[in-house]
């Protein structure tokens, strides 16, 4: 019997998901989205080309595997729709490749329409949301109210949508929310809708133990990161779903004793878009050198990410979180400059200093204690072994395994595919 292999980020998104599963895949029969939605942007590079996905798993481009999208994710099938037409127009078939999950939820125009106007009603508190309807999509199915992909079949299904609509549309009201025309958005949702009925629906949860009884391997995707959980993030300045390992376990309807190896995958520094707390965040030239050279603009919505200092006090709380079984550190590149380099590794709040991240995080004023090392001053992007690297960058990745207590596995030193260190 085998095992699902889990990809997570282990900070507050953007880690590089995307591209570790891509590289990846060659190992695996399956890759499986199990949570998030739309609100994800995962790129990937290879032979001069680049393509940012959102619902679509990133192992579609690898000829053998099939694509699951999981009952954990939420689905906007304008946005997935579209998505498959730019992988299409590169000659893949997504038809074969891709299957989605009957009890995955849909993301309605109007929960684009009320994550705008909830946002509004916030103002100055604001999240930081993507947009995208995930909140109230979220919303909507722990409240029993949501409509699914399998409902698509069903003779009721516009009726439904109808009243679903309805009472989104006095909720918007009630909000004072005047700000939107659904007309074109609802048009275009439901030719979309009619495009998904070419696609396998499937029972996700049956498939996928299936497939583990027959002994074939699996690579359950995550979306976002550990410190956007909804449980244990910085909330409220997080998702609604649960990001951690964990949702990997409800997200595809498989058994916490069936998860295998958990990947852990963190940048070299840290980001994070939109709001919330963010200990280790630059506010000068460094932070600025990180967003320029990083190219730290969000895959999804183009706005500047703040950046920081790798925290590796958060990084062991995910860690422990996930469970994570070995790390991968991606965009050292980046710091190929930098003549010092730091790290977080305890916090100072209310006159103490502590090694966890704690729950204040959002109201106490918080100062990282950095442990400083020197910078490696050299282009590692061309090497392809970890003997390769230079001393300093490994005397940076053993502290770190030291303090996480895990092997890092993986060095990514660019954004491209066969920009990868695996070691042995
Ligand atoms: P994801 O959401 O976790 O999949 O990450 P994103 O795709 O949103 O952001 C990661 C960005 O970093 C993308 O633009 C990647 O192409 C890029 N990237 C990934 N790995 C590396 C790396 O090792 N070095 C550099 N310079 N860029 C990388
Ligand atoms: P990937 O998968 C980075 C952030 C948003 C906002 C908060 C809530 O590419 O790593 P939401 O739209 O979910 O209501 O927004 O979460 N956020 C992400 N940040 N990467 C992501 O995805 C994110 N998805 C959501 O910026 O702060
Ligand atoms: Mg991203």
Redesign the pocket.
Known sequence: MKKVDVVL?MQW???????VVDVLTPDYDVVARFQGGPN????I?FAGKSF?LHTVPSGIFRDGATNIIGNGVVIDPVILMDEISQIEEMGLDCTSRLQIAKRANLILPTHRILDAANEAAKGKSKIGSTLKGIGPAYTDKIARVGLRVGDISAADFRARYDALKASHLATIANLGYTDFDICAYEQKWFEAVEALRRFTFIDNEVLVNKYLQDGISILAEGAQGSLLDVDFGTYPFVTSSNTLCAGACTGLGVAPSRIGNVYG?FKAYCTRVGAGPFPTELFDETGEALRRI??EFG?TTGRPRRCGWLDLVALKYTVIMNGATSLIM?????MNDFDTVKVAVGYEMDGQTIDWFPYEANDKEIKPVYREFKGWKCDVTKCRSYEELPAELKEYISFIEEYCGVPVKVV????DRE?TIVRG
């Open positions: 980020g998104g953007d880690e590089g998901k995307g591209k994800a942007g995962h790129s590079h940012v995958i990083g190219h895959a991606m965009k050292c590149d980046v990514s030193v660019g954004p920009e």
